[in-house]
């Protein structure tokens, strides 16, 4: 990322906790969870699902094309298998948090 938008944010501290506890269970900052979980919702949000899903002119009532609900939970799958091979290869080859050479790496001013 070349450019970085610093920012402050205010959260509910069992909010913190659980985006805490969420980013030690992945390896990464609390930094790092957090936009990895903002990527992962506005990707979400764009996703375009006619492929598998269609309605009736008129209607709201969502149907199964012809590829069907099945074939979006192996592509989901499929998907994930992929993110976390990507994952792995990449917390691989970054040094840890504690490194001064890793993105999220904040001196500590504890003395």
Not at 64 to 85: F, I, K, N, S, Y
């Amino acid at each position: 990322m070349d450019e970085i938008y610093r920012s402050q944010f205010r959260l509910p501290y069992p909010l913190y906790e659980q985006l805490k506890a969420s980013a030690d269970a992945n390896h990464r900052s609390v930094n790092a969870e957090l936009v990895a979980r903002l990527e992962e919702s506005l990707v979400s949000d764009s996703f375009d699902d006619s492929e598998y899903f269609t309605s009736l002119p008129g209607s709201t009532t969502r149907y199964p094309t012809d590829r069907g609900a099945g074939a979006l939970e192996r592509d989901l799958r499929d998907v994930r298998q992929q993110l976390h091979a990507l994952t792995k290869l990449v917390r691989d080859r970054l040094p840890s948090v504690d490194h001064p050479e890793h993105p999220d790496f904040e001196p500590s001013t504890k003395k």
